[in-house]
């Protein structure tokens, strides 16, 4: 007979936080975020930890090299989308382990046979005003010119002008060797009185820029994620259709951690994609994999050897899941129903396999939510999507700008391999939606105010760690109308601009 789960299951938005007591050191500049990624035993450290709980979803819309490099400089990691060429993934990652604080890859760029109307169009877009010129269009192509604003007026030049009759030529051009230090990079910058200097290897290609209005924010920020070599911590995406040449590929381009990305993990084929890793790799390679919603499927994973799991069908803000295949849970429950089993396997078995929160994060507060349930750390997608990092265009819809977010598994992102259940390669429907979300500018910014959210919450429960706050937690479910009585209500708001009275 079926079996029925006693109670509904249930989201986010449906719990509260009652605030426990806070000492006087209970202050949010004493919280620390760190978290563990993969597994330990008893006893011993986690190989992998982060210093806050967040990771950016395994999806194109999210996690580029940009998001890469942006998110590990804030402590956290991001997963670099698998549904590309096995290569074009490596590069990506390649891209961020070889990313120099200061030295930034040019994603502004063009090929001499574009014009002034493309210049215009990828300022607009960018919002970048330096461009470099490249044989390939390309931020490594081989070095043609560079395109400032100071290279042309809009008001006096045709449109279709080619970049090649307006743009400073290499041969100009002030540069710099690969190898240049960041300080004599800025010491050039400041000879030459330039707004930014390319860094061109022996054979003419562009490597990097370093700008001069940079030059204060690096100063290195306290949280950033760095492997032993003192290279930026990145993951990436794999499939259980691939691995074999895609992990090698992934291992071999820097990756630190890997993860199974798939709408359903409780199958074989995650099964046999973690054997083949532990054979050819032991425990050098670490990979987490899911998803799950209940305890059954974190067991499964966890026997089967993934570093961490993933939780979460169903619920991420552009999927469709739920509605073409009645599968899924309230992603509060199957949090707290995974949360409750990976203790029980951690007594039993002495090894604590960390979980991920995946989907569904909505409000800021939603973070502190699935921490104090039992998740170690979250991943996100729409959140990553509305900054500049993320790989999208930034588009401006009905006076206010947007960035494009759609799903893995809508036929925008052809990622038939996530819902591959062994059958025909292909998607034979929809499971994903494609979408705006309101940019959200920079995401050291955004992470700065969701962040210092967290650690205030936290301290209102009177934890000033992770596992604190699960130990102290009081958690309540609020009725509908408790859910009006915590918005502003019965007063009328006096800005009711764009943004002006959102909460997020
Ligand atoms: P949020 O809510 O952060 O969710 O935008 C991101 C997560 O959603 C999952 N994902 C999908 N699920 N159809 C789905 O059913 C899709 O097209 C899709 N694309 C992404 C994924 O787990 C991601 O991390």
């Not at 986690?46 to 804030?74: F, R, Y």
């Not at 931020?139 to 030049?157: A, H, I």
């Not at 104090?372 to 750390?377: E, V, Y």
């Not at 959210?453 to 699960?470: D, F």
Request: proline share 4%; glycine share 10%; with cysteine.
């Amino acid at each position: 007979m079926a079996y029925f789960f006693s109670e509904p299951s249930r989201t986010f938005s449906e719990y509260l936080l009652v605030p426990g007591y806070s000492s006087a050191e209970c202050i949010p500049a004493n919280v620390s975020l760190k978290t563990p990624v993969v597994k330990y035993r008893r006893g011993e450290e986690p190989a992998l930890t982060m210093n806050v709980p967040m990771v950016s979803a395994v999806m194109q819309a999210v996690s580029g090299e940009q998001m890469g490099i942006a998110l590990a400089k804030e402590g956290g990691i991001a997963f670099i989308y698998v549904s590309q060429p096995i290569e074009q993934q490596a590069e990506m990652v390649r891209k961020v382990k070889n990313y120099k604080a200061g030295f930034v890859i040019s994603d502004s760029n063009l090929r001499l046979g574009d014009t002034l109307a493309d210049v215009l169009a990828l300022k607009e877009r960018t919002g970048h005003s330096t461009m470099a010129v490249t044989d390939d269009g390309t931020g490594t192509g081989r070095l043609l010119g560079l395109v400032t604003s100071r290279d042309y007026r809009v008001s006096r030049m045709d449109p279709s002008t080619p970049v090649s009759q307006f743009m400073t030529p290499a041969e100009k051009i002030v540069s710099a060797p690969e190898g240049t230090s960041l300080k004599a990079a800025n010491d050039i910058i400041w000879d030459h009185k330039l707004n930014a200097l390319p860094i061109v290897s022996d054979d003419g290609h562009l490597v990097s820029f370093v700008f001069r209005k940079d030059y204060d924010s690096h100063k290195g920020n306290p949280l950033e994620l760095l492997d032993s070599q003192k290279r930026y911590v990145v993951g990436a995406g794999i499939n259980s259709r691939d691995y074999e040449d895609r992990v090698p590929a992934l291992v071999e381009a820097g990756a630190d951690v890997l993860v199974i990305d798939s709408s359903e993990g409780y199958s074989e084929w995650q099964k046999r994609t973690l054997a083949w890793i532990r054979s050819r790799y032991g425990d050098t390679v670490k990979v987490g994999a899911g998803n799950v919603v209940d305890g059954e499927g974190f067991r499964f994973l966890a026997d089967c050897g993934a570093d961490f799991v993933k939780v979460g069908i169903g619920g991420g803000s552009i999927c469709i899941t739920r509605e073409t295949k009645g599968i899924g849970r309230g992603q509060a429950t199957a949090v707290i129903d995974v949360a409750a089993e990976r203790d029980k396997y951690f007594e039993e078995t002495g090894v604590y396999v960390p979980i991920c929160a995946d989907g569904g994060i909505v409000q800021d507060y939603h973070i502190t939510l699935a921490l104090a349930m039992g998740a170690d750390f979250c991943m996100l997608g729409r959140y990553f999507s509305r900054f500049d990092e993320s790989p999208t265009s930034k588009v401006l819809i009905g006076g206010s700008y947007m960035k494009e977010y759609w799903g893995e598994g809508s036929a925008r992102a052809r990622n038939w391999q996530r819902y591959d259940l062994g059958g025909a390669a292909k998607l034979s429907f929809e499971e994903g939606v494609d979408s705006y979300v309101p940019y959200a500018g920079k995401l050291s910014d955004g992470m700065a105010t969701t962040l210092a959210k967290v650690r205030s919450t936290m301290c209102n429960c009177g934890a000033l760690t992770i596992p604190e706050l699960r130990e102290k937690a009081k958690l309540t479910l609020v009725s509908s109308v408790s859910i009006v009585e915590g918005g502003a209500h019965d007063v009328l708001l006096k800005d009711t601009t764009a943004g002006g009275n959102q909460r997020s």
